[in-house]
């Protein structure tokens, strides 16, 4: 079975452009998380889907964030325009319904770099 | 104060030696505790959950749990160098989200 795939792994871009990352969660899996990790920072959690609607989002920095995920399937979330302090480790994770707390299952991460 | 706190490490073990790994937390809120490994640029696994009070013991690992003093420890018997990665501790406190609060994170280096 297919893991939680993310893409692009790398991304580097200049400051005020834009960037685009995607997430696969596991198939069936209604619960979709993004975190971010900023380089000596701990990892912080972002938003929380459950199938296409947002359940939280409160831990999505600023306006410049937005994330959508279409038919409940896989998850985008794009920076415009991108900042500095963007830069970090976009995480993406996922459970099904039902499951233990926490028990997450994560994506390798798509680091962004901003200059 | 930060809600959950590790020592950053690196915390260095001989192969074979025990490793033991703490967090404390800073809220009585959470209510469920568990421990990841992340390789370098992979992604964080989950090895151990816990949510009452005590041992938990998986092969090789054992989860410590003492809600009232705010604390979980992972203790890794006979380390191996493949056991080489970081350790996180996040907590969750439950509710619609159950999203993970979590730490920097242990840098754990087993010796050959």
């Known amino acids: 079975e297919a893991g939680v795939t993310q893409f692009p792994s790398h991304s580097v871009i200049e400051k005020g452009q834009t960037v685009t990352l995607r997430c696969d969660p596991i198939s069936g899996h209604d619960n979709l998380y993004w975190y971010r990790r900023v380089m000596g920072k701990e990892i912080k959690f972002l938003l929380h889907?459950?199938?296409?609607?947002?359940?939280?989002e409160s831990g999505m920095p600023n306006n410049r964030f937005l994330a959508e995920r279409t038919g409940g399937t896989y998850s985008t979330l794009k920076v415009q325009p991108a900042e500095l302090e963007d830069s970090g480790v976009y995480f993406c994770?996922?459970?099904?319904?039902?499951?233990?707390?926490?028990?997450?299952?994560f994506g390798e991460g798509s680091r962004l770099t901003v200059l | 104060q930060k809600e959950v706190e590790q020592n950053s490490g690196p915390l260095s073990v001989p192969e074979g030696a025990i490793a033991s790994l703490n967090c404390t937390y800073s809220?009585?809120?959470?209510?469920?505790f568990f421990w990841y490994r992340q390789y370098s640029g992979k992604s964080p696994e989950l090895i151990m959950s816990i949510y009452s009070n005590g041992d938990k013991e998986d092969g090789r690992f054992t989860a410590q749990l003492n809600k009232a003093s705010q604390y979980v420890s992972l203790l890794i018997r006979d380390s191996q160098p493949s056991d080489s990665a970081t350790y996180l501790c996040p907590s969750s406190r439950g509710g619609a989200t159950n999203k993970l609060i979590f730490g920097t994170g242990t840098l754990l280096a087993v010796q050959p």
């Open positions: 889907f459950v199938k296409e609607s947002k359940q939280d």
């Open positions: 994770a996922s459970s099904q319904e039902g499951s233990r707390f926490g028990e997450l299952f």
């Open positions: 809220d009585r809120v959470s209510q469920s």
